[in-house]
């Protein structure tokens, strides 16, 4: 049985958030848990915004807060990599060209959704190819910095907005990323965030692929992109309910606020009955969730043993009502998400 823990190593999407206290304090803490078990995690880092907290170093004296919360990040990073953690790539669009404006950042909202981005950059938007291309160029220049033979081969897209298109595919396959792990199955937005899995299959692990999708003439075989979606349920309000998800929802309201909204078609998800609303959240899932959760694995891996349970948690939610302790000894083992992907032919289809 494959377990994976995924991180996602970001702040707010507003763009807002304290350092230490949504990110640099509470991943020392999961730090301490891996390692007192000997787990390993991937970490999708948000290189976006980690890059531009970095660049602020040069910019702010060494006793401000801007200049600590740089070097902290920067040490982190290193240190997550010393420790033989799996670091990937994880992108929020709207983090592209931010500005730090009187102590705040400013970003574009209207670029939230990696999915509504066209395939290349226009005058108006980035494009999906160039915002891989650049994060992952970013993410493989400093993680070799310590680790010199790294390659980025996994995306994250922010918000699971990784979209239904072959746009996204052929952006990802481009640039040399084979593995995704956005796609929450029965999960439907069209609000802020766009996306509609509301048909994508929860049971196999490889969700995209297409004889269309052409290799280089001295491959003979069809490239493909694996897809590891994250385990989903439905539930109701009370069995939702967790002194961790109240806790976190009061502690960062004010950072979750985004002024912006898109102005979309009136659609709704076309199989209702497919909808589902919960994943398997290592910081805010409650006990009937986690119960529920059980149950899916097992029947799930009635239908396939090797079938990959992959867990998500944010530093950010993470607080003394989590059962981020509690999950991470429930399970026997885990291996990253690069480690699992190297167990597999990612090119024959």
Known sequence: MTNIITIDYELFGSGKGCVFKHLIDPTYKMLKAFDKLGTKATFFIEILEVEKLIGLKELYPEESNEYLGAVAIENQIAELIKQGHDIQLHLHPQWYNAEYINGQWKLNHQWWS???????????????????????????????????????????????NVGNSYESVNALL????????????????????????????SNLPYWHCDDSIIVPSDKKSVRRLLELPLLTISVNKLQRFSLARVFSTIKNRQYKN???????????????????????????????????FKVAIKQRRIQDPNYPLVLIAHPKDLSLFSPFSKVLSQFNSFMTLNEYTEKMDLVEC
């Open 174 to 201: 481009d640039n040399n990323i084979y593995c995704d792990s956005s796609v929450c199955p029965g999960f439907f937005s069209n609000s802020l965030s766009n996306y509609d899995f509301t048909m994508a299959p």
């Open 114 to 160: 990696f999915s509504d981005l066209p395939e290349r950059s226009t005058k108006g938007s980035p494009g999906k190819y160039e915002l891989l291309a650049l994060g992952k160029e970013m993410l493989e220049k400093r993680v070799r910095d310590v680790d010199p033979n790294y390659n980025c081969t996994a995306f994250r897209a922010g918000g699971y």
């Open 258 to 292: 985004v002024p912006y909204s898109h102005n979309r078609e009136d659609k709704s998800a076309q199989n209702i009955e497919m909808l589902k609303n919960s994943n398997f959240d290592m910081c805010l899932s409650s006990s009937m969730e986690i119960t529920r």
